[in-house]
């Protein structure tokens, strides 16, 4: 029997955990056989780079821009074309810009769309209403809290909950390269490592670690290591503040601002903690899996799919905009190795429990043959995720 073959739409101008995802169902597809992936991208980068590495089909729509209609207009022509020259199944629009874009023309074509939702929707803007204009066959949410919210742009479309998978190279990468990382980064060999691995975004709370580290100024020997660059203008100017309130807060010396790397599991191996002060929440994040799988405990606000990952045992969950309480959780595992070694150990046994990627591309693969077979959508279908 032949695979299913599938289409995956994506803007492709951005890279994070979501593209990371999607960029490892490419390398990993011997653990969804009955698939084919094929990758739609209008813009050219990091993501289209590493797909082709992986010797799948990529198919170029060309840049689109919802204030020029011409560039729409053309970016659906060349889908038709895609769609009339190939014989898809399924097609997966990856969140409301694609899905506002495509799915008309996925429809025309009677191409099941499965919408797929990597974020909670706090706030419904004008790109989302107009996706929920085109209802999906199947939308599949990466955590319940990201369910919940799915509702906003449709209350009658079947919901799966599939957490990501871990990205099986991410794994502890051993005692030599911690020791190659640290020696290059600068850290001694009592340094406790804090890191953080995110694009400069005001949402992921830089600033407001920042603040909880200024509270930490009389602790000894802890740096943070911030990995992750500026990919749109006002993310620039965001960097630009936290190099200055770091400065302000006189804790300049001890942060090491990194750029965008592609190494963050050299980094992890390297970290002792890994630490996010989000003050909205997120989907499901690949990083907080990446510092499980590399046994590093996670600090981070309780927003978003975070409390279905981490409880008491592999990490800490403190309030938003609360600074004394960020500080005090990093005061504790800063101070006390053995504490930190303890929840490492249980985070590398939960995000396998949780994030298996055999299990979760399998479940991928189930969920999009039942749309393809025309059972998506049936009442009442049973999930195919588990959170256990």
Known sequence: MSPLRVLHLIPGNLYGGVETFIAL??????????????????????????????????????????????????????????????????????????????????????????FYLHGPINDVIWLDRWAGRHRPATLIAVSEDTSRTSRLLFDDVPTRILNYPIPSAHFDQGPAVRKEVRAELGAAEGDVILLQASRADRWKGHDRLFDALALLRDVPSWTLWLAGGAQRPK???????????????????????????RDVPRL?????????????????????????????????????????????????????????????????????????AKLGENAQKRVWSVCDPARRLGDLQSILSDVALGSGGRAGAPSAVSTG
């Open 25 to 114: 169902t490419a390398r990993r597809r011997d653990l969804s056989p009955g698939l084919e992936h094929h990758y739609a991208i209008c813009f050219e980068g990091r993501l289209a780079e590493e797909l082709e590495a992986t010797g799948v089909p990529v198919h170029r729509l060309g840049s689109i821009r919802a204030s020029r209609p011409w560039t729409v207009l053309r970016g659906r022509r060349r889908l038709q074309r895609l769609l009339s020259q190939n014989a898809y199944g399924v097609a997966l629009t990856h969140s409301s810009w694609p899905h506002a874009m495509f799915a008309s023309v996925l429809e025309k074509a009677r191409v099941p769309a499965v």
């Open 235 to 261: 993310e620039q100017v965001f960097l630009s503040e936290l190099k200055a309130q770091a400065q302000r807060l006189g804790i300049a010396g001890r942060i090491r601002f990194l750029g965008e790397r």
């Open 268 to 340: 992890l191996a390297g970290a002792d903690i890994y630490c996010q002060a989000n003050v909205s929440g997120e989907g499901f994040s690949l990083v907080f899996m990446e510092a499980f799988a590399a046994g590093r405990p996670i600090v981070t606000t309780r927003l978003g799919g975070a409390p279905e990952l981490i409880d008491e045992s592999s990490g800490v969950l403190v309030p938003a905009f609360d600074a004394p309480a960020f500080a005090s959780a990093l005061r504790e595992l800063v101070l006390n190795g053995e504490r930190r």
